[in-house]
């Protein structure tokens, strides 16, 4: 998926969504389950930066950016264990997950 499209479909999702982790991973795994998982972090880091830049004035405390950061950190852990203990060399996708 294209980088813009993902960032599209991340901030749709992020500034949507309930400050709820678990409703953003159901949003993300309906509409991009497919993505890979370190074009997925790119696109929540890229959403938190443009939802912290464009409202309140460059404010990081945002509901929805630090969603987007926090939602960022946990798939990168997540995607980290995974990758280090069953797939060294392959992508992950979202789906790869079982968070």
């Not at 950061?69 to 790869?96: C, F, H, K, N």
């Amino acid at each position: 998926m294209d980088h813009e499209i993902l960032l599209e479909t991340v901030l749709s999702a992020v500034m949507d969504s309930t400050p709820e982790p678990l409703a953003l991973l159901a949003r993300l795994r309906k509409s991009a389950p497919d993505a890979r998982l370190t074009a997925l972090i790119r696109a929540l880091l890229s959403a938190d930066q443009v939802i912290s830049e464009t409202f309140n004035g460059s404010s990081p405390g945002r509901a929805d950016a630090i969603l987007a950061r926090s939602m960022a950190l946990t798939l990168a852990e997540a995607g980290d264990e995974v990758e280090a203990e069953t797939r060294p060399g392959a992508p992950l996708r979202l789906s790869d997950l079982s968070i």
